[in-house]
């Protein structure tokens, strides 16, 4: 009788097989361009010129470059905040989108929307709107020039609420502060008393307003000002909104999948205990979720660590210092405009970019467990 | 009956058949050479196709030398960088001024003066020397110059008129002409006499005017020299007293948008801008002039952007290359690129043309640009190798002055630091 590999081993090797293709263009892709950056990182190589051994040269170089060090601040400070951000706001609208109401596709389709577009189409409508005679400026001098109109509708809209609830109360209905259908009734009784004031004459436009030219992008300008090395350059920042809002909705889908998860009972039997809306979500959906929080984390830290397109196509719209990240340091020192490229110093970079991450889900790991 | 094994072999020879018969067929073929040739895209890629069919294929191809286009639609030095390194660089292609320092002292473009010696068609005495010289080094040409531009002020006759102010002339000096652009920025709000695109790429030009130099005799920059302050102060006053308006504020990403959108009266520009007015304004009344002069000197400065086809010193087939680039740059070549007004080519005889003697707006400021290659203090577009990082600097501190965020004194001071550690001091 021919000698038979047992099951166990066939099983292992029909495994190992189907691991193969992926296997393969990993080690090619990844392990083998690993290899040559960390090699490259203690040598001058130019592309042309073959390269030459100089030990941690690179790495003195690089961390005595200023361009670095801001690189570095910008970017850990960007992982940290959208990471947060994105986490946060993915949980809320993973948690409201989790409703049964009619229409809720729809919305989460919406939702999702930034996140299947192009990161390059999106940050090109984002330099157009924060352009010095962008919408964004347009619409601040709107609320400007019509402040006295918006005021006069809010001002309205309130009195007619706070009107009508005092008069249900009074017949004895138990109404609450923000019913829908007085509300309602409310905006139309505002809205037309504004009209009927503007016609009047009596709240009028403000006339003469100069334009809005608030600089958003183009600038040096940090938040807070004058906080040297601990504030974030204001393009930046807005970088910041644009990445969370983009984000936010891929991870809304994995929080999505986890709410799934979590057994009915729970909060059933919450309920019976006495547990209103606040205390259900943050003691039971919350750690439920720990584990999709984790791997939300995690993707977000990597994914912000590494994050190059919006800096690449903002470009020359805001200083190069108010939005360097180190991906973008990295390929600005392997391809810098008009000199030689610095292969060796971009390799350099591109080691500590690579240890970012493990570092940051290192003590991610630490935390999570000894909770 | 054949076994399976037979049924193979005969599959085998037949095939074996075929692949003689094909090579036979396309013997011819495989004597030719290739040369590849590559540039960026945009509205190249038409200038080039009608090049190569109109005057190169019809030269070389008689010669088994089939030209084959490959334009890179973005961001070319990368590609150009990646496939010298990798060996797969096309045997011609573009050189930009401004990054071609860095690719001859790596030895990656092939000195042409042997080629140059050699030639019945093209010799070095036919281009402009100015243009000639910024790609060559230590003696060594390493490209031939296909075109150039430079800057001039560009303005819109209108805006002119309806203010009741001359328009500007050859004869102006900064005083003049900013007095010029200030009464037209008088006729409202929204209307600014100069759009000041916050670049070197312009300013620079001022700059030059005055005697400065970017480098001195050991290759440091100093901002601070008061010639460079007093360009830098003229450019970001006019800013300061409302003449001038950042491209931004009208809308506009260059100072060539600015001037379509008519609220501007005038922009500094070469001759890429006309290409852009033919499609964007055909109805805008413009007209071109040199630079100012500087009041003190006397003198114009400006700024020669070009661009160059250099060969692949890896090149197998550089003797086959090099009759593609003759044929690329012949007088013929170049006459017809500069009758569709496509662009300025590089040869000097060309100064005396006909073209140039026509009145229209074109023509004329095709003159105007052709000219400032010669006149006053011109330096072309190239920082040594420093390139980018020379640039930025720069860059940023007219941006800040312009958009009112810094004063000239500590914008420059702050450039100045940074070029210190770049250039050393």
């Not at chain 1, 984002?126 to 509708?153: D, H, K």
């Not at chain 1, 007085?182 to 905006?187: E, N, T």
């Not at chain 1, 930046?236 to 998860?261: E, H, K, R, S, V």
Request: proline share 6%; hydrophobic share 50%.
């Amino acid at each position: 009788m021919p000698w038979r590999w047992n099951r166990h081993v066939q099983e292992a090797v029909a495994a190992y097989l189907f691991l193969l293709p992926f296997a393969l263009s990993l080690l090619i892709f990844f392990g083998y361009a690993f290899v040559r950056t960390v090699y490259f990182s203690f040598t001058d190589y130019n592309l042309f010129e073959s390269p030459s051994w100089v030990g941690l040269q690179n790495y003195l170089a690089i961390i005595q470059d200023n361009r670095f060090l801001l690189a570095l601040r910008n970017s850990i400070a960007f992982s940290v905040i959208v990471t947060l951000a994105q986490t946060a706001l993915a949980l809320v609208l993973a948690v409201v989108m989790n409703n049964r109401l009619r229409g809720i596709t729809v919305f989460r389709t919406a939702y999702y929307l930034p996140s299947v577009t192009s990161s390059v189409v999106i940050t090109l409508m984002f330099i157009w709107m924060f352009q010095r005679t962008g919408v964004m400026n347009y619409l601040i001098t709107a609320a400007i020039v019509y402040r006295p109109v918006i005021l006069t509708f809010l001002g309205l809209t309130l009195a007619a609420q706070v009107l009508q609830v005092l008069w249900e109360r009074w017949r004895g209905r138990p109404a609450g502060w923000f019913e829908a259908s007085l509300l309602f009734v409310s905006l139309v009784l505002a809205a037309a008393g504004t009209g009927a004031l503007w016609v009047a004459g009596v709240t009028e436009p403000v006339a003469g307003v100069e334009p809005v030219r608030i600089v958003w992008l183009n600038t040096r300008r940090t938040i807070p000002e004058g906080g040297g090395w601990w504030s974030i350059p204001l393009p930046l920042a807005a970088i910041m909104m644009l990445n969370t809002w983009t984000t936010a909705p891929t991870f809304m889908l994995l929080y999505l999948a986890g709410l799934q998860d979590i057994p009915k009972e729970l909060y059933e039997a919450a309920e019976v205990d006495g547990a209103n809306r606040w205390q259900r979500f943050r003691y039971i959906t919350v750690p439920m979720l720990r584990p999709v929080t984790f791997l939300v984390m995690t993707l977000g830290l990597i994914g912000t660590l590494q994050m190059f397109d919006q800096v690449a196509v903002i470009g020359s719209a805001a200083p190069l210092e108010s939005v360097i990240t180190l991906a973008y340091y990295i390929y600005h020192n392997a391809f810098p405009a008009g000199a030689m490229p610095r292969i060796g110093m971009a390799s350099a970079a591109a080691v500590v970019l690579g240890l970012l991450p493990l570092i940051a889900v290192l003590i991610q790991r630490r935390v999570v467990e000894r909770k | 009956m054949r076994s399976a094994r037979g049924w193979r072999l005969a599959g085998i020879r037949s095939a074996l058949a075929a692949i003689v018969i094909a090579c036979l067929a396309t013997g011819p073929a495989l004597a030719q050479t290739t040369v590849r040739v590559s540039g960026w895209g945009g509205t190249d890629v038409a200038i080039v196709e009608e090049l190569l069919a109109r005057f190169v294929r019809p030269v070389v191809e008689p010669q088994g030398i089939e030209v084959v286009y490959e334009p890179i639609a973005d961001d070319f030095p990368t590609y150009l960088f990646n496939a010298l390194s990798a060996g797969t660089a096309p045997d011609l292609f573009y050189v930009d001024i401004f990054w071609a320092e860095s690719l001859m002292r790596a030895g990656q473009l092939e000195p042409l003066n042997d080629y140059l010696a050699d030639s019945s068609v093209l010799s070095a005495d036919d281009i402009i020397p100015e243009l000639l010289d910024a790609f060559s080094l230590d003696g060594k040409i390493y490209g031939i110059p296909k075109d150039f531009n430079t800057l001039a002020l560009f303005f819109n006759k209108d805006l002119f008129d309806l203010a009741g102010v001359p328009y500007p002339d050859e004869n102006d000096d900064w005083n003049t002409l900013a007095d010029k652009l200030r009464r037209v920025s008088a006729l409202g709000p929204d209307i600014y006499g100069l759009a000041l695109q916050p670049e070197f790429a312009r300013m620079g030009a001022l700059a030059f005017a005055t005697g400065w130099e970017p480098f001195d005799e050991q290759g440091h920059t100093n901002l601070l020299d008061p010639r460079f302050v007093e360009a830098f102060s003229w450019y970001t006053g006019l800013a300061a007293d409302g003449t001038g308006v950042h491209p931004e504020d009208v809308g506009q990403g260059w100072g060539g948008g600015a001037l379509v959108t008519e609220q501007v009266a005038a922009a500094i520009e070469g001759a890429w801008l006309l290409g852009f007015l033919r499609d964007a304004a055909p109805n805008l009344p413009y007209g071109a002039v040199p630079l100012p002069r500087h009041p003190g000197t006397g003198q114009r400065g400006n700024l020669i952007f070009t661009v160059a086809w250099s060969m692949n010193s890896a090149s197998q087939v550089k003797d086959e290359a090099f009759q593609v680039l003759e044929a690329l740059t012949s007088p013929e070549a170049q006459q017809w690129v500069l009758e569709r007004g496509l662009a300025l080519p590089s040869r000097a005889e060309l100064a005396d043309n006909p073209y140039f003697q026509q009145p229209t707006p074109e023509a004329q400021a095709n003159r105007i640009v052709f000219l400032g290659a010669s006149d006053g203090f011109v330096r072309p577009f190239k920082f040594l190798d420093y390139g980018g990082s020379w640039l930025d600097p720069i860059n940023a501190a007219i941006n800040s002055v312009i958009l009112g965020e810094q004063d000239a004194e500590t914008a420059l001071a702050a450039a100045q630091e940074q070029l210190d550690l770049l250039t050393g001091r």
